[in-house]
Nanobody, 127 residues
């Protein structure tokens, strides 16, 4: 099973920016075995929700409504990494951000196919 290691995160004031990176330890050539990678957010009140995810084809990445226009996801297939650039952060963005990976037989990803999870990294946005 792939091992996912997150970095970045931390505490920032509202309006600031943070970048999260995730590295998968099971590189598999040009077309990754885990062709879906992304980020989920865990909070006590909301549980785990998808923030953004992207297919290895890099076409049509998904963003939660709350992330649209503020977050940008990208991935490097050669390095098996995925990055979430977050800007204009709000206190509601606070949570444990968990990197995830999964396999899709088609060209799309969806939340239920993610089967491997990182430990998570805390993001705190203060007023």
């Amino acid at each position: 099973q792939v091992q996912l290691v997150e970095s970045g995160g931390g505490s920032v004031q509202a309006g600031g920016s943070l970048s999260l990176s995730c590295s998968a330890s099971e590189p598999s050539g040009y077309y990754p075995r885990y062709n879906c990678m992304g980020w989920f957010r865990q909070t006590p009140g909301m549980g785990r929700e998808a923030v953004s995810y992207i297919h290895a084809s890099k076409k049509s990445p998904y963003y939660a409504d709350s992330a649209k226009g503020r977050f940008t996801i990208s991935r490097d297939n050669a390095k098996n990494t995925v990055t979430l650039q977050m800007s204009s952060l709000k206190p509601d963005d606070t949570g444990l951000y968990v990197c995830a990976a999964g396999s899709s037989t088609g060209g799309n990803c969806w939340p239920s196919l993610f089967s491997s999870w990182g430990q998570g990294i805390q993001v705190t946005v203060t007023v």
